[in-house]
């Protein structure tokens, strides 16, 4: 079964920055989508940065264009989702997830929103960025 884990999120002051990372364990598949989501109190989870294993330019939601770095490390059997995070905010407070899906990454139209839906999860990281 495919695995997930997140680690890396913690509290930091406005400006600060924190690398979140994603584990990926017992996938069979040697392409596919990996995204970061997160999801505020009381808010919807939104996408935040996706990349896929084919090489294509990564994607990133407009709020953190310039401060958000998506990178991955791809081995056979395990794989690595990396955040890189700049210049925090306060809304950037949320709890972070990785998710990766075998079909390939699909976006509207000039690439304005991530559409695709993702078959595995993790559990899941808390950011807080205080004012």
Not at 22 to 32: L, P
């Amino acid at each position: 079964a495919v695995h997930l884990v997140e680690s890396g999120g913690g509290s930091v002051e406005t400006g600060g920055s924190l690398t979140l990372s994603c584990a990926v364990s017992g996938k069979t598949f040697n392409t596919y989508c990996m995204a970061w989501f997160r999801q505020a109190p009381g808010k919807e989870r939104e996408a935040v940065a996706s990349v896929y294993t084919n090489g294509e330019k990564p994607w990133y939601t407009d709020s953190v264009k310039g401060r958000f770095t998506i990178s991955e490390d791809n081995f056979k059997d395990t794989s690595t989702l990396n955040l890189q995070m700049n210049r925090l905010q306060p809304e950037d407070t949320a709890m972070y997830y990785c998710a990766v899906d075998t079909l390939s990454c699909t976006y509207s139209s000039a690439r304005r929103r991530l559409l695709s839906t993702f078959a595995y999860w993790g559990q899941g990281t808390r950011v807080t960025v205080s004012s």
